[in-house]
């Protein structure tokens, strides 16, 4: 492999990027592509906050007084995740069209929109329902950036090390989600921007009268945005290696095991995005006794912290093997929240119902990891198998179309596991209306895991699989 070293740029350009090659990795590879991780992390932090802020947003609208229905109240839950999971496709093949850094920057920029249209209409409750549903629609930005962000990250890596800098990635970003459920609640009880953040809502609480500035919710990103943004724009770089054409990243739409880990990407990342849109709606709909933004934070919490250790492990163990006993786990799990319903043997046991929904998150973070870590694993043995491994410039041309190959399914991947988002929220709140209750949604998601289950084990998990990773 190529050992020269980084050498002249244009820019911020890198010219020469070899990240298989041991020398250069030790020399300057390590060190440039960590910088270009840590700007990227919270950049997608961001994006996942904003992404997920009309998870809290939408609880709250009712006491300022919004007349919307629940089932429009799942509509707004679920929006930003139908048309993030949309604006994905798109992004997948970003990265390699325009250049990680300008892209993760204009794309960061772009957050400013929602940020700033949500903090301005939550203030007047005349603002109609399409107004509110557009701007629910626009902080699918939030979910595009996962993407591309994903694609990026993953060409400055070598293979052994793409499982755990992709969980870093994914993880600390997908903080956000907990994040933004965490510190609304928080931020919208006093005026931390004076007068640039507008006029107080009253709302009656627990018969108290109290004024609230449920603005902040969007308005406190608005800063963090515009110097992630610049912080992207100065301090990333773009890759000359990982320049292809959209026609040379194509390609997978006719590879099988692209396909297969979107099903399997759904059931993982899908879980996690819907099980923390529609959370907050869930609880405050089965347990109405309960503050669901007291609770809801702590589930994408631990989906988000444990990714980075799903990739460690499957680092270690294999993705396949670990991939397919979380499945298992995750079946089970959803088994327990049908239990601890209201309408289930137990008559309703709230913190039996919690506790099944931490270990459903607890999964879904492992196997967001798990299944991130295979798809590079995957792309970079089928173009392998294709070359004679003594000709080291036709390895080096493979492994170049690998991580290619790979980067796009990391991108379409999350673009298909995105649409989760939207169906998890959407299910509960057509089960609810058709039904008066979940169940029937929740028994469709056990279906579906088993189908995932069985997927993992022959392709991939079993003894001769066709492709073991």
């Known amino acids: 492999m190529n050992s020269q070293p980084l050498g002249s740029r244009r820019g911020r350009l890198l010219e020469i990027w070899t990240p298989e090659d041991k020398a250069f990795w030790e020399r300057e590879g390590e060190a440039v592509a960590r910088l270009n991780l840590w700007i990227s992390v ?20 009712p006491s300022l007084g919004f007349h919307y229905s629940t089932n429009q109240l799942f509509w707004l839950a679920a929006a930003p995740a139908l048309s993030g999971a949309t604006l994905r496709i798109f992004y997948s093949f970003m990265v390699p069209l325009v250049g990680g850094r300008r892209w993760t920057a204009i794309s960061t920029a772009s957050l ?33 950036n996962f993407s591309s962000s994903m ?36 931020v919208v009880t006093a005026g931390v921007f004076g007068i640039f953040g507008g006029a107080p809502q009253t709302i009656i609480k627990n018969h108290e009268t ?12 608005v800063p963090w945005i515009a110097i992630a943004s610049l912080a992207a724009w100065f301090g990333m770089n773009d890759l000359a290696e990982a320049k292809a054409s959209f026609s040379e990243q194509a390609v997978i739409f006719r590879r099988k095991h692209n396909w297969l880990m979107c099903v399997l990407y759904l059931g993982t990342f899908g879980s ?16 109405p006794g309960i503050n669901p933004l007291a609770y809801a934070w702590l589930g994408p919490l631990v989906g988000a912290v444990v990714r980075p250790f799903g ?54 973070g492992i196997g967001n990891g798990s299944t991130f870590r295979m798809i590079p694993v995957i792309f970079q043995t089928l173009k392998l198998r ?37 169906f998890i929220p959407k299910s509960y709140g057509s089960s609810i209306a058709l ?9 469709v998601f056990i279906a579906f895991y088993l189908i995932c289950i069985a997927v993992t084990w022959w392709h991939y998990a079993r003894r001769n699989a066709p492709m073991p990773c």
């Open 210 to 221: 109290i004024q609230v500035w449920t603005q902040n919710a969007a308005f406190i990103w």
């Open 435 to 443: 039904t008066g209750g979940p169940e029937a949604a929740l028994y």
């Open 272 to 287: 996690f995005i819907g099980y923390a849109a529609g959370f907050p709606l869930l609880i405050k709909s089965q347990f």
């Open 151 to 186: 694609a990026n990250i993953s060409f400055f890596f070598p293979k052994e090390r793409k499982g755990s800098a992709l969980g870093v990635n994914a993880g600390l970003g997908n903080l956000g989600v907990s994040v933004v459920q965490f510190l609304s609640p928080l």
């Open 311 to 364: 990739g460690w492990l499957a680092d270690r163990l294999g993705g396949a093997r670990v991939t397919l006993w979380n499945f298992v786990v995750m079946a089970c799990a959803v088994g327990g929240v049908l239990y601890f319903l209201p309408t289930g043997p137990s008559g309703g046991v709230f913190g039996g119902f919690f506790s099944s929904f931490l270990v459903l998150f607890l999964t879904t």
């Open 386 to 422: 294709e070359v004679n491994p003594k000709d080291r410039d036709a390895v080096a041309r493979a492994t170049k179309e690998g991580n290619t190959e790979a980067a796009a399914t990391l991108g379409f991947s999350a673009a298909m596991a995105a649409y989760g988002g939207f």
């Open 112 to 144: 400013l929109i929602p940020a700033l249209g949500i903090g301005f209409a939550v203030q007047d409750n005349t603002t109609s329902y399409p107004t509110m549903l557009l701007l629910a629609l626009l902080c699918g930005f939030g979910g595009g």
């Open 42 to 61: 919270p950049a997608l932090f961001l994006a996942f906050a904003i992404w997920q802020v009309w998870s809290v947003v939408a609880v709250s609208l």
